[in-house]
């Protein structure tokens, strides 16, 4: 079963039409009030489930629904979850480039999750080839999977990424040119891969009907990121004392998404029918910051003594980055919910609790 809720009150599931207009009716009022999509009674699969993102959706499901998460254990956030050993979830320790341990993952399933992906500019610099083929090979062996299967595949979710839009990307939209990069930079070698599997998940609507649906999320950040990410980095740095290392002079503008509203993208990717056969931009672009000004709240959130160093990073870096998410609120009713400051304030509680100082 699926519904809807806006403001902590159950709607039934009303219908494509009527609750289009709902949505549009109630686009001011959204931000107080975000659309928080619930799913019951299915069993669904994530891979990559126990990495930052994937753990968070599994939270969100997990009371309600078999959660399957399979993943290799490259990242794990699901260990420190609060719902780890949860009766509802299994946890299956597997590859996504081995396919016959994907297909029988997905046994029974009926909504998938695709998270599984090497990500973090980092982690693609120091093995670019284990990312292309991770990203790539492993999307294919998932889409496959979910042809092949045997029970019906109601929805699959596949996970794309903003580097597709390049360097320069001001309020993009969905049918904007992507941008491929130059040969030779590990950051667009993740994005190329990226693309690849959003060009393949398309393509597996389009030629076999599968309802696959691509998210193309904007800078996630929020409790439970042990992976790479700016405010991941900088609030532990803040926390232990140590500098925050700034990449070059720092005037590099993102625009934040809370995980919590990524979560309700994906569910409401997973829930509207609308969403079939299209691509979504995931993120907030009322939380918009240089790196420089980020370092700077971070330390006056975190009360740290720690200095700002600037470091010289001499690879391929996006400048500016914020999404339009017209496309995902005319069709999927998404509105971000959670501002920067707020997201901090709530990121700096959690780990301020964890980090060893
Ligand atoms: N966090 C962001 O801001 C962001 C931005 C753009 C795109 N994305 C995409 O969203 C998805 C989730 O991102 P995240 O931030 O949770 O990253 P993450 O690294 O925390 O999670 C990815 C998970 O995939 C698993 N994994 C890696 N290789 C695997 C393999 N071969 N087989 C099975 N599992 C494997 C890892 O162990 C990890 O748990 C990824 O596809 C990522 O590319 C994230």
Redesign the pocket.
């Known amino acids: 079963m699926i519904r809807v809720t806006r403001g902590g009150i159950d709607r039934p599931w009303i219908g494509r039409l009527s609750y289009s207009g709902y949505a549009r009716r109630h686009a001011r009022s959204s931000q107080q009030n975000p659309v928080r999509p619930v799913i019951s009674d299915h069993r669904i699969l994530l891979?990559?489930g126990?990495?930052?993102?994937?753990s968070a959706l599994a939270a969100r499901l997990v009371d309600r629904n078999k959660v399957v998460v399979?993943?290799?254990?490259?990242?794990?956030?699901l260990r420190d979850s609060p719902i780890a050993g949860h009766s509802n979830l299994a946890v299956i320790k597997?590859?996504?480039?081995d396919a016959s341990a994907v297909r029988s993952a997905m046994r029974g399933c009926d909504l998938v999750v695709h998270?599984?992906?090497?990500?973090?500019v980092d982690t693609v610099l120091q093995m670019p080839v284990t990312t292309m083929q991770?990203n790539i090979i492993?999307t294919y062996n998932v889409l496959e999977a979910a042809r092949e299967s045997e029970h019906e595949i109601n929805r699959l979710v596949d996970?794309s990424?903003?580097?597709v839009f390049g360097s320069y990307a001001y309020k993009v939209r969905e049918a904007d040119l992507t941008s491929l990069g130059a040969v030779g930079e590990a950051r667009w070698t993740y994005a190329v891969s990226?693309l690849a599997t959003e060009h393949m998940a398309h393509n597996y609507h389009r030629q076999f009907g599968l309802p696959a649906v691509s998210i193309r999320?904007f800078?996630?950040y929020g409790p439970g990121?042990?992976?790479e990410?700016a405010i991941h980095r900088f609030i532990v740095q803040a926390l232990r004392g140590e500098d925050l290392t700034i990449h070059n002079d720092g005037s590099q503008i993102r625009a934040w998404c809370y995980v919590d509203d990524m979560i309700n993208g994906i569910l409401c990717c997973l829930t509207r029918p609308e969403a079939v056969g299209h691509a979504f931009n995931i993120g907030n672009p009322r939380s918009v910051v240089t790196i420089y000004n980020l370092a700077r709240d971070i330390v006056r959130l975190t009360g740290s003594r720690s200095v700002l160093r600037h470091v010289h990073w001499d690879n391929a870096d996006v400048e500016l980055r914020i999404p339009n998410i017209e496309k995902a609120r005319q069709l999927l009713g998404y509105e971000p919910a959670v501002d920067l400051d707020e997201g901090l304030a709530k990121t700096i509680e959690w780990y301020r609790s964890r980090v060893v100082v």
């Open positions: 891979t990559g126990a990495g930052f993102i994937g399979f993943d290799s254990g490259h990242r794990d956030s597997g590859d996504v480039l998270l599984a992906a090497i990500a973090g991770v492993g996970f990424t903003s580097e990226k999320p800078n996630i990121q042990v992976g990410g």
